[in-house]
């Protein structure tokens, strides 16, 4: 069974330009959840997918982050324009179960703004 | 706030000791705790949940325990190797209704030979 993948693994960018993140949950697995951790700090919640409804989003930035999950299956995360401090590790996650199931974990997209 | 803490500096042990490791929380009482584990460049891999009204659990070498008095988990890794040398991450649900992880710092195991 496939795990969790990501793409890309690494971005370098500049300040004011555009990135999408995207991620592929384990197939058949609703929920869907998006995190970040930044250079020093813990892992934090950004949002949660159930299927292709926002369940949570309280983790969410600011307006510049955009994230979907069309027809339930992927997900992308957009950062429009991106700044400095969006620089970090962005992971995501899938289970079946949100409150009692295990989170699957991507590898994480190394995201650089310059 | 509701934290979760680890201690954040790195844990340097013997190769066969046992590593014990310390996630306190605060202002919060989860209904359980998870453990991950984390190498670098990949995401956190599950190790272990322990529920609240469980004081421990185990699977292979590893052991978690789960004091609601102190407010605080403790991980072990018994005859500890090489490989276990990792980050390990200590996680609570929020307190919504949702699958929203809450995590720690995380705390890095070195296991010399």
């Known amino acids: 069974e496939a795990g969790v993948t990501q793409f890309p693994s690494h971005s370098v960018i500049e300040k004011g330009q555009t990135v999408t993140l995207r991620c592929d949950p384990i197939s058949g697995h609703d929920n869907l959840y998006w995190y970040r951790r930044v250079m020093g700090k813990e892992i934090k919640f950004l949002l949660h997918?159930?299927?292709?409804?926002?369940?949570?989003e309280s983790g969410m930035p600011n307006n510049r982050f955009l994230a979907e999950r069309t027809g339930g299956t992927y997900s992308t995360l957009k950062v429009q324009p991106a700044e400095l401090e969006d620089s970090g590790v962005y992971f995501c996650?899938?289970?079946?179960?949100?409150?009692?199931?295990?989170?699957?974990f991507g590898p994480g997209t190394r995201l650089t703004v310059l | 706030s509701q934290k979760i803490e680890q201690n954040s500096e790195a844990l340097n042990i013997q190769e066969g000791k046992t590593a014990t490791l310390t996630c306190n929380y605060t202002?919060?009482?989860?209904?359980?705790l998870q453990w991950y584990r984390q190498d670098p460049g990949r995401g956190p891999v599950f190790l272990l949940l322990?529920?609240?009204?469980?004081k421990e659990k185990r699977k292979e070498r590893l052991k978690v325990t789960f004091d609601t008095t102190l407010k605080q988990s403790l991980f072990h890794i018994t005859a500890s190797q090489p490989a276990d040398s990792a980050t390990y991450l200590c996680a609570r649900h929020g307190s919504s209704n949702t699958g929203k992880l809450i995590f720690g710092q995380g705390t890095t195991l070195q296991v010399k030979p």
């Open positions: 322990i529920r609240e009204n469980e």
């Open positions: 202002n919060y009482s989860p209904a359980y």
């Open positions: 996650a899938s289970s079946q179960n949100p409150k009692t199931d295990t989170q699957y």
């Open positions: 997918f159930v299927k292709e409804s926002k369940q949570d």
